[in-house]
């Protein structure tokens, strides 16, 4: 059940956020071998974010995950910073990736925690 949640300061109409928002959940659950019936993906775009000292576009990606593996991320970070960073025409060295394993006991869905 990967949570990927964007925040980029490049300015998309509806359909643009949803495009993304929709192939972000496909690349998302290929790249974890998970359904994608479980990927939520949210898209917040036009922040104002500042990143080095400078306005100049950057993005936010917190990607969440139960069984997430640390030495999955590095190949995820620039899979992720690369479709990000395409998409929301951002480099992707002004592009942070924030990784959390979640534990299934804390994760809720359809009343009741994955653990139960």
Known sequence: MPIVLVETTFPMDRTAREDFALGLSSRCAEWLGKPESSVMVRVRCEDSMS???SMEPC???????????????PELSAKLCDFVGEACETSRDRIYVEFKDLRR????????????
Not at 59 to 70: I, M, N, W
């Open 51 to 53: 990143f080095g000292g």
């Open 59 to 73: 993005a936010f990606v917190e990607f969440k995950s139960v069984g997430l593996a640390e030495e999955d991320c």
């Open 105 to 116: 006991g804390y994760v809720g869905a359809r009343g009741t925690t994955l653990a139960g």
